[in-house]
């Protein structure tokens, strides 16, 4: 789970990692309840507040590296409340000596959830230290780093991702529940991510606790994934597998650590030969899950 950050004005962060995923809580309240896909934000065109912090919804673990990135923020008012804004902002990236890197456009994200983010999708040459600054910031933004591939433990995007035997509703391996899914289990235990690798299809795998969320984005993001499941059927084989092996979330489960993941919710979006193609990290909305998914058919 990836909770909002606190700023350098005791506001929100734009630096400092995210809690790593031993610090997820047992508190499981939802931001949303399942919105069908694709469904259009007519929420948007709010005026930002004055002077907002650019709230941090992305890890900051050794994550990214060189090339395209995703940057999901949401803002926050000068009391340090999250808060609504326009359909998109506009802004820039720089580097550590100020430099301007290339221009940005975040486009806001509501769907099914209750506190919208801004989606930022930009391509970085270097792992170097950035800002992310947005129009009307409190001229902070948020900072992030690009790291050397060698320095970067998780998949990376253009390699494969490495099969794994994830618990199924024939075999919990040792995972108990299999899935925190509640009134019910998710319905994408039916096979291993081993078997959806090798199943010659796009794979869809998501790593998430929905009972163990404290900011709610991990069950909306597995609900939004069962709709697509619903509405694609079998062209991608998709898969969760739960974080923790225990209810008491006291125990790390295999399918986290053999990816050295440090962080949830997380979907990799893999081609048909098992190489990821795109990742989504901390939080997304149903429209924009549905354009990735959408993209991982065309």
Known sequence: MIPPK??????????????????????SNSESTPTSAGAPDTAGGVPAPDGFAV??????????????????????DQAGNLSDGPATLTGWI?????NRITD???????????????????NLPEALVYTMRLEGDDGYGATFELYEESDVLSPLTGTKLQPFDTPTVDDHRGVEPYCSHTPEPCPLHAITLTDALAAGTPVAYMIGTPAHCTTGTCSPGLEFLVVEHERVGDSIAMVHADVYADDAATEVAPAVTALNVQYEPIIYLCDADGVIVDRLDGIWDASELTERIDLLLS
């Not at 606190?6 to 508190?27: E, I, M, P, Q, Y």
């Not at 720089?94 to 100020?98: I, K």
């Open 104 to 122: 940005v456009t975040a486009q806001r994200r509501a769907v099914g959830i209750e506190v919208p983010y801004w989606e930022v999708r930009a």
């Open 6 to 27: 606190l700023t350098r004005r005791g506001l929100f962060a734009a630096t400092g990692g995210a809690l790593v995923l031993a610090a997820c809580s047992s508190d």
């Open 55 to 76: 709230v941090q919804r992305f890890p900051n673990h050794p994550l990214f590296t060189p090339g395209d990135v995703r940057l999901p923020v949401s803002l926050a």
């Open 94 to 98: 720089e580097d550590f000596n100020g």
